[in-house]
T-cell receptor
Framework: AQTVTQSQPEMSVQEAETVTLSCTYD???????LFWYKQPPSRQMILVIR??????QNATENRFSVNFQKAAKSFSLKISDSQLGDTAMYFC??????????FGKGTHLIIQP | EPEVTQTPSHQVTQMGQEVILRCVPI?????FYWYRQILGQKVEFLVS????????KSEIFDDQFSVERPDGSNFTLKIRSTKLEDSAMYFC??????????????FGPGTRLTVT
């Protein structure tokens, strides 16, 4: 079974700063996908970014990028030029294709004005 | 942009009652999922559904739970006899347009279930 660990329960940064959220995982699979989801106070789950394990290049989506270290089983999310609207819970998730996702416990990110 | 919808947004029910949570997945998706999130905790996988049958289920998905795709658009989760500990947010998700690798799941807004 896969496990996903997010070791930072809460983080707080100033607006416009860069912040990195960490995630580690454990799996015996070689082919899988990793995701970061954002959950604002509305509790909607919003897909932020996706990484395929077979791709060496780190995924980027505008201000969001990942640092994927397959050997270390590490998948961190970097948010550049943070904005007040980035305040939310962020969940790291592991998926093996069509299977259900395994989520970490989440990091509560607070962007201070 | 297509989205997953869920109804109702909030359901209050008494212990022992049956509830049905409804979801309309994105129309060209082929894989459907239910997750739950107890307040303040992580999101937990319940069940996945493909080609009109369950493809995977977790330990949480016991005999009290069932899923159905009664027509071409709806996907439902039934809890037969609710318990207090079933109180949670229930999320539906879908993935896999035809011909694509099913790896990107899109979530609905959730149904908050309160069992009293």
């Amino acid at each position: 079974a896969q496990t996903v660990t997010q070791s930072q329960p809460e983080m707080s940064v100033q607006e416009a700063e860069t912040v990195t959220l960490s995630c580690t995982y454990d799996t015996s699979e070689s082919n899988y996908y990793l995701f970061w989801y954002k959950q604002p106070p509305s509790r909607q789950m919003i897909l932020v970014i996706r990484q395929e394990a077979y791709k060496q290049q780190n995924a980027t989506e505008n201000r969001f990028s990942v640092n994927f270290q397959k050997a270390a089983k590490s998948f961190s999310l970097k948010i550049s030029d943070s904005q007040l609207g980035d305040t939310a819970m962020y969940f790291c998730a592991f998926g093996g294709g069509a299977d259900g996702l395994t989520f970490g416990k989440g990091t509560h990110l607070i962007i201070q004005p | 942009e297509p989205e997953v919808t869920q109804t109702p947004s909030h359901q209050v029910t008494q212990m022992g009652q049956e509830v049905i949570l409804r979801c309309v997945p994105i129309s060209n998706h082929l894989y459907f999922y239910w997750y739950r999130q107890i307040l303040g905790q992580k999101v937990e996988f319940l069940v996945s559904f493909y080609n009109n049958e369950i493809s995977e289920k977790s330990e949480i998905f016991d005999d009290q739970f069932s899923v159905e795709r009664p027509d071409g658009s709806n996907f439902t989760l039934k809890i037969r006899s609710t318990k207090l500990e079933d109180s949670a947010m229930y999320f539906c998700a879908s993935s896999g347009p035809q011909g694509a690798v099913p790896h990107e799941q899109y979530f609905g807004p959730g149904t908050r279930l309160t069992v009293t």
